[in-house]
């Protein structure tokens, strides 16, 4: 899987959610936002757009999703090679492991994948 190019939505939702510019769903906003929303694995993203509101909610919550999934599995990456110079490889892929018992993200799960089926068993 190619790493999804995030930027623009997240250029978007920080106009929207941080400097509180009115969200206008042309229909390039409109394309960007379930594209994004489908890439984070929100379903019903179409629905979700009928009101301003519910706009909103989903721009939010497509954010979340981006922000927390990519500072978890950072966070997890860290631990899992500290543990691997550690040279406790039980550890290291427990990390990755409790990346993916929480992670909804295809992109971050399958990064969390890559690094467990790629950990040796040993140093």
Not at 48 to 65: F, G, I, K, M, Q
Not at 110 to 116: C, G
Request: glycine share 4%.
């Amino acid at each position: 899987m190619n790493a999804p190019d995030w930027n623009p939505f997240r250029d978007l939702a920080r106009r929207i959610l941080r400097d509180g510019v009115p969200l206008i769903l042309s229909d390039d906003v409109r394309a960007l936002v379930l594209r994004t929303a489908e890439e984070v694995s929100i379903t019903d993203a179409e629905a979700a757009l009928s009101t301003s509101a519910e706009a909103l909610a989903l721009l939010r919550e497509t954010e979340r999703r981006i922000a927390e999934g990519s500072n978890r599995l950072t966070d997890a990456l860290h631990l899992m090679w500290r543990f691997q110079r550690q040279g406790d490889f039980d550890s290291a892929r427990q990390q990755m492991r409790d990346v993916l018992a929480v992670e909804v993200v295809p992109y971050y799960r399958e990064l969390a994948l890559e690094q467990l089926s790629g950990m040796p068993d040993e140093p």
